[in-house]
Nanobody, 125 residues
């Protein structure tokens, strides 16, 4: 009953920029941490950046100073601005969120972990 839908991936040259967006929808009571992970071919999925409901952020060392994560609590969205992209940033990027679901009345359940479908980011000349 809850979905995460990503957008904004694509092909970009080294040094370029892309902005990824993720919108949560459905029976949402509250959203806790939101973040972005990525998975390159033959590698494990890894955390890129995360932001708590109180806007505390955490970045992987590989992207510090180049990527910026932000969220809009009113719109249930999280974005990842990626600058100075490198070939090693090529991967499928996944949105992730910990969400409490609204149940009947004032009841909630969770939090549960949700994933988006993934969006391809390719950095190549």
């Amino acid at each position: 009953q809850v979905q995460l839908v990503e957008s904004g991936g694509g092909l970009v040259q080294p040094g370029g920029s892309l902005r990824l967006s993720c919108a949560a929808s459905g029976s949402i009571f509250s959203i806790h941490a939101m973040g972005w992970y990525r998975q390159a071919p033959g590698k494990q999925r890894e955390l890129v950046a995360a932001v708590t409901s109180g806007n505390r952020v955490n970045y992987a060392d590989a992207v510090k100073g180049r990527f910026t994560i932000s969220r809009d609590n009113a719109k249930d969205t999280v974005c990842l601005q990626m600058n100075s992209l490198k070939s090693e940033d090529t991967a499928v990027y996944y949105c992730n969120a910990a969400i409490r679901e609204q149940q009947l009345g004032a009841v909630w359940s969770g939090p549960y972990e949700y994933w988006g479908q993934g969006t391809q980011v390719t950095v190549s000349s």
